[in-house]
Structure formats: structure tokens, C-alpha cells
């Protein structure tokens, strides 16, 4: 059986649900559905209390009772403990498709395997071991998230129904692109290249695939078998155009991650030790029973009463009254208004709007003094006072980010109740439902622009029509594409760039890698939720504390140095003249930044919320035809 180890926080992204990867021995392999995750083996039992996870907003937003964290393996308990022992994450193996790298034969085999493909053509009689045969890379994808396995038969055939059923071939003829790759027929001879087999285009609005038009008729169209592999399921309804793809294209899968950053109801009412008692089940669910029953009226000696009965004494230490009742209201919102909740059948979230993230923005930007959420003031160094506005060192976070879904094709916002179904073959009722997750326990530091001086530089027309431009260009991808336009305002582009300058320079400063450090930006302008400030913070799953370099550098002599460099940096880029000339026309992902590339602003794409997109020098620092531009430009 082909088995492989990887890291738990990568099975919320990139290898989530519905994801392929490879493993050590050169499997292709696509992580199954939620359905049969934490299933023990007949010499252990299972204790869920290790991965259940909490965040009061998050659950309410997804509509879920918990999150859980990926499974860890254990080869073997300790001494009598066999709880939790060979937990695993099922896989499928995937693409079906396999080719002899020999004689070239390519057969279907099945999704679970668990001996290698060999190839019975009758070429090998005379060997003395039959080879093994590989995978092929080609799949095929819908933009309904479904995947199948690319229709060789009916690629050769020109036809989705062929009568040949003859041995199939791939064989490479020469050239670097598809049309070097060939499919042959060995009854009919008939043959084809795999040219062509991932274009797409739009005409009237309507999606159409070389693939799909290539092998329907008027009479008899070809269209996504609504294939779910990872839920072992090779067919179902759909009606969309299927492309092919290579299986590790960029464009195959789109994680679909909600982000967020743990608020206490009440600021150091809960401590951390009452935390970890209700992530117990049997405290949780006596909670979520009782509150279906009292709701806010319920008596603490009556939830003490039920806990008792309920959970193991040596858990239920000494808890004071008021404790418990906080972590009580902490988990279920007794007496609190409801954050905004995700409408599965309509709703399409976005981890980054306004309404989401003005709660974050509203805590963070105090100084909150909890065991999951601590900020202190160091002060802010007078050469940064009339760019800065405020400075936060965030001694102690947490964040829990959940994968609610994916899509393929194209990185496009999904419905709550599509993408949690994508996520298991049998749904399950709220009370019951979950969805897997990560924590990530860690520092930052905070910073707000001030709003006087950021007002009057958004104010001048030439910041506004350079911050058209990045609208401009991604309105023409959104136009080519079907996704939904965006207007990027000029403060967006500014602290998203001003971001990633200073991440890079914090790399330096900080001894965090830069894929160790994430940005978090709270930018709106709508009235009532005005945001203009960055979080930049430690963003390594799986991490339990922090090394405190960032919290070092929020001090004020530390920062202004920090920034001194960064802004320094950022005045000329190594591909300079040409990076802040190609900005004219853009560049970098999908053509959607101006001055920004690999030599001044990008950074890994787990740092980034926007994948690299909508970054530009000029409006921090200015441009070679205008220095005065940027909202930076003045401070050296």
C-alpha cells in the first residue's frame, strides 16, 4: 500500500481535501474526502479531545460545531495508552491512467491499489519481471471543482462514444510542448497530439473548451462527467465544459482557506488552561446541551452539577464560578450579538472584507491583555509620527485558519454550502459539523498610516489614476476569465506593497524566514469601517511559540530602522530602470502590479493574501518621473 508522511498543517493547504501530491515512491496520490478521517484501527480507540480546535467567530461564520486538526500518526502509544495510535489521512490514488515506459501501453487501473501497475503487453512475455507502469500527468478539470482523468480513448477517437476499444499508446515524438506527445490507436491506427488540450475561451459570455467542442457533436454534446475521485465518485451531474490540465498545474486546485484571528468576548476572563478544558468533547457537548436547553438562563451550579457527571474528576480541576460561566459564554456567545454568519446557499465569502476583518481591526489596534490575544504600546520613534499613526507589539496571537472548500480552472470566489460539499460525500447536520484546520501561535507587530496624511495623498488625482491602472488590469483579467471586478484604492496598494518590503527586510532583522512571516492588511474605506492598517506576523503551521524577534523590532529605534532600510530598498530595484518602466503596461501575475517584481516586492505566495497581485513601488516611494508620488517619498 503506497503510504507517505507530510506535515498537518499542508493537508489544510496546499494538499487538502480534493488535492493531488506525490509521494516518496512516485505515487500520484489525491487526498480522499472528510468522511473517513480519524478512523482508529481495531487495537486502538480514538480520544478527539487531541485535534478538536475552537474559535467562536470562525464557527459561527462556517456554520460549524468545531474544527479539527489534521491527524498526527503514532506508530505506537505509550505504555498501556493506545488512544489515537496509526491515525491516518486516506488517500486515493490518482490519475487512474498508468503508460509502460517501455512499450508505451497505457491502461485504467483503479483508484485504490494496493500493489503496483504492471504492464501484461505481450512485448514482455519473455522478461523475467514485468514493468511497472507510471502515471500519466494529464488530467482533466471543470470549473465546478469536479476532476476525471483525461479521455484518451475519446481524444484519439475523436469522438466520445468510440466503438474501438483497441490498446491505447503514449508516445513522445519530440518538441517541448504537448504536440510532442502523442496518442496511438494500435487496432484502428488511428493517432493524435495532445495539442490544443488546455485552451479555453469565452464567446458571448459562454465558456468553451478545445475539449469539449472538439469531441461533441449538435446532436450529442461532450460535457464534465461530475467526476469526484476523492470521494470515490466517478460520475455525477454537471453540465460544464471539461479542459484538460497537467495534475501539478497551478490551476488545478484553489484552496479555499478562512482566516481568523482569535477574540475573547471578554478580555482575560478565560484563561488558557479553561481553553484546553473545553476543547474536551465531553465538556463541549454537556455545554452545547445545556445551552439548547437554558440558553442564557442557565445557573452555574447547574453547568458545575452537569460537568461533573460528565467529565473525568482528574480533568475538572478547580475552575472558579466566574471561569466557568466565561468560558461558557466564550463557546456557545451567551448575552453576545452573533458575528456576521456565512449564508450557505447564497453567501460568498471573502476572508479579507471589511465587515470580517473590523472586529480584528478594533482589538488589535487597542492593547488587549488575554492568553490568546496580548498587544503592548512601545511608542513610536518621532521620525515615523507623521507617517504612523499608531504602533502595536502583538506579544502573543492565535489563528486558526480552515479550509471550507476549493475550486479549479480559475481562483474564483465559492459558495459556503458548494464548497463544504466538495469537501465530504455525506453531509452532516451544523450541531455535528466540522471542517479541518490549523492554529497558528504566535507574535506580530501592528502599525495604522495616519488617517490626515493618508487623506490628503489618496486625495491628489495623479495617486488615483496610478491606482486605475492596477484596477484597469485586473478588470481585463476578470473580463476574460468570469470572475468579479475589484476596485483597488490607492491605500491598498500601498500597504499591501509597503508589506512585503517590509517583510523582506524583516527576514534580515528578525531570523524569521520570509515564508515564515504572513501579512494581514485591514484596509476599507467604507463609512463607519475605515481601515488603514497591517499586521505582519508569524504565519509557520504548526508552531507552538515564538522566537520574539518581532516583537523586538516593534520598538520604536528598531521599527524606524526597519523602515529606514525597507523604504531605501524599495527607491531602486536590481531590475531597475526596467521593473518601474514595465510597471507602465504591468507585470507579475495576471499583468496586475506596476513596479513590483522578484528583485524588489514579491514574496512567497503563503505570506501573501493576494497572491503576489496588486503591488507597486511607485505609490510608496514615487516614480523616476515623479519622486514626489509615493506616500513614503519624503522620509529618508
Not at 481535501?17 to 515512491?25: C, D, E, H, P, R
Not at 509597503?498 to 523582506?504: E, K, P
Amino acid at each position: 500500500m503506497s503510504t507517505g508522511a507530510m506535515r498537518r498543517a499542508q493537508l489544510v493547504t496546499p494538499f487538502g481535501v480534493g488535492a493531488m501530491s506525490v509521494l516518496v515512491n512516485g505515487t500520484s496520490v489525491i487526498t480522499a474526502g472528510l468522511d473517513h478521517w480519524y478512523e482508529p484501527d481495531d487495537n486502538s480507540s480514538l480520544a478527539l479531545e487531541e485535534y478538536q480546535e475552537h474559535d467562536w467567530r470562525l464557527e459561527a461564520r462556517l456554520k460549524v460545531a468545531e474544527f479539527r486538526l489534521p491527524p498526527d500518526y503514532r506508530y505506537q502509544g505509550q505504555g498501556n495508552d493506545n488512544r489515537n495510535v496509526k491515525l491516518t489521512v486516506p488517500v486515493l490514488r490518482f490519475p487512474r491512467w498508468c503508460f509502460c515506459m517501455f512499450c508505451k501501453r497505457l491502461e485504467l487501473s483503479t483508484l485504490t491499489m494496493k500493489q503496483p501497475v504492471v504492464c501484461d503487453d505481450p512485448k514482455h512475455a519473455d522478461w523475467k519481471y514485468k514493468p511497472r507502469m507510471s502515471q500519466v500527468p494529464f488530467v482533466a478539470v471543470c470549473v465546478d471543482g469536479h476532476l476525471d482523468d483525461f479521455p484518451f480513448d475519446k481524444w484519439v477517437h475523436r469522438s466520445h462514444r468510440p466503438a474501438c476499444r483497441g490498446t491505447l499508446r503514449l508516445k513522445s515524438v519530440g518538441g517541448g510542448g504537448l504536440e510532442g506527445q502523442r496518442v496511438v490507436c494500435d487496432s484502428c491506427e488511428q493517432e493524435r497530439n495532445l495539442r490544443g488540450i488546455t485552451e479555453a475561451r469565452f464567446v458571448d459570455g459562454e465558456e468553451h473548451t478545445n475539449l469539449s467542442d472538439q469531441l461533441s457533436s449538435p446532436e450529442d454534446p461532450y460535457f464534465c462527467t461530475g467526476a469526484r475521485p476523492w470521494l470515490a465518485q466517478l460520475e455525477g451531474p454537471c453540465g460544464q465544459p471539461m479542459r484538460g490540465a497537467l495534475r501539478a498545474a497551478g490551476n488545478v486546485y484553489f484552496p479555499k482557506v478562512e482566516s481568523s484571528i482569535y477574540l475573547p468576548r471578554e478580555e482575560g476572563a478565560v484563561s488558557a488552561e479553561m481553553h484546553d478544558l473545553m476543547r474536551h468533547p465531553a465538556v463541549s457537548t454537556t455545554m452545547r446541551t445545556l445551552h439548547s436547553i437554558f440558553g442564557a438562563d442557565l445557573e452555574v451550579e447547574m453547568l458545575r452539577e452537569q460537568l461533573l457527571k460528565n467529565v473525568p474528576p482528574e480533568l475538572f480541576g478547580p475552575v472558579s464560578d466566574e471561569e466557568l460561566m466565561a468560558g461558557y459564554r466564550d463557546l456557545l456567545g451567551v448575552g453576545e450579538d452573533e458575528p456576521e454568519a456565512g449564508d450557505e446557499s447564497s453567501s460568498e465569502l471573502l476572508t479579507g472584507d471589511d465587515v470580517w476583518r473590523f472586529p480584528e481591526f478594533q482589538h488589535i489596534r487597542e492593547t488587549p491583555k488575554d492568553d490568546y490575544l496580548t498587544a503592548t504600546d512601545p511608542g513610536i520613534h518621532v521620525d515615523l509620527d507623521s507617517y504612523v499613526e499608531r504602533v502595536r507589539s502583538v506579544d502573543v496571537l492565535r489563528e486558526t485558519r480552515a479550509l471550507r472548500g476549493f475550486t479549479r480552472v480559475r481562483d474564483d470566489v465559492v459558495k459556503l454550502s458548494v464548497g463544504k460539499a466538495l469537501l465530504r460525500r455525506d453531509p452532516l447536520a451544523p450541531v455535528q459539523d466540522w471542517l479541518p484546520a490549523y492554529v497558528v501561535k504566535g507574535e506580530g507587530i501592528y502599525f495604522e498610516l495616519d488617517p490626515d496624511r493618508l487623506a490628503a495623498w489618496e486625495a491628489r488625482a495623479e495617486v488615483q489614476a496610478r491606482a486605475q491602472k492596477i484596477t484597469d488590469h485586473y478588470g481585463q483579467v476578470a473580463a476574460r476569465r468570469g470572475l468579479a471586478e475589484r476596485t483597488l484604492t490607492p491605500r491598498f496598494a500601498l500597504l499591501h506593497t509597503l508589506a512585503h518590503t517590509l517583510i523582506n527586510q524583516l527576514v534580515y532583522a528578525c531570523g524569521y524566514s520570509s515564508a515564515s512571516l504572513r501579512e494581514r492588511l485591514y484596509v476599507s474605506t467604507s463609512p463607519g469601517r475605515e481601515m488603514a492598517g497591517l499586521l505582519i506576523y508569524t504565519a509557520a503551521g504548526d508552531s507552538e511559540g515564538t522566537m520574539g524577534g518581532l516583537v523586538r523590532m516593534a520598538r520604536p529605534d528598531n521599527l524606524r530602522t526597519v523602515f529606514a532600510s525597507a523604504i531605501a530598498d524599495a527607491r531602486w530595484c536590481s531590475t531597475d530602470p526596467v521593473c518601474m518602466d514595465a510597471g507602465e503596461k504591468g507585470q507579475g501575475p495576471d499583468s496586475c502590479n506596476l513596479a513590483a517584481c522578484h528583485g524588489c516586492a514579491l514574496l512567497p505566495e503563503t505570506s501573501c493574501e493576494e497572491f503576489n497581485r496588486f503591488l507597486d513601488r511607485g505609490l510608496v516611494i514615487g516614480t523616476f518621473d515623479d519622486p514626489s508620488l509615493g506616500y513614503f517619498s519624503p522620509f529618508s
